[in-house]
């Protein structure tokens, strides 16, 4: 009884996404949250999902500004932590 089972995990990063969260998003400093600029839209995230089902990736990066965030986390942790 053993199987072989084909299953892949895809961390999908999204970068900042205009999603409902930020309209519900309870907040005490007096203004709307947002994402980080660059905002991009949901529907890069979707199709970047539907990628990853039909071909498997370890990780997948949605929009250049978090492709950049990445890059500099690699370099230099500590200056994007700051």
Do not use: W
């Not at 995990?9 to 998003?25: D, Y």
């Not at 199709?47 to 230099?76: T, Y």
């Amino acid at each position: 009884m053993s199987e072989k089972l084909c299953i892949s995990v895809t961390e999908i990063m999204p970068a900042g996404i205009n999603t409902p969260l930020f309209n519900k998003a309870r907040t005490k400093l007096g203004v709307k949250p947002m994402p980080t600029p660059p905002i991009y839209d949901p529907s890069l995230v979707a199709l970047a999902i539907v990628e990853a089902a039909e071909h498997p990736k370890r990780e997948v990066i949605v929009g250049d500004a978090g492709k950049l965030i990445l890059l500099a986390q690699r370099i230099s942790p500590e200056l994007v932590d700051a």
